[in-house]
């Protein structure tokens, strides 16, 4: 059998390395792996992901944060209104 994704809205944000205030906004503090020295990180289902500049950090249908390289998001996903 073959399978077409439903369509949803998701919402997401693009970490630019520039706009930490924004990210913190978006990603509860619960989500967030900050630590001095450290790469940014979003806590998973699958635990703690690193995000590298230009990745989208996407918030999931039940509330959960994940990471997603820019080609994959691009390719996945288009801006609604």
């Not at 940014?40 to 390289?69: A, H, N, Q, R």
């Amino acid at each position: 059998m073959k399978f077409r994704t439903k369509p949803v809205v998701k919402e997401a944000i693009q970490w630019t390395g520039n706009n930490l205030d924004e990210l913190r906004a978006f990603v509860p503090e619960q989500f967030r792996h900050n630590k001095i020295h450290q790469p940014m990180g979003i806590i998973t289902m699958e635990g703690v992901m690193t995000v590298s500049e230009g990745d989208w950090i996407i918030k999931g249908l039940k509330g959960e944060f994940y990471p997603c390289k820019p080609d994959i998001f691009e390719a996945t996903y288009e801006a609604v209104e």
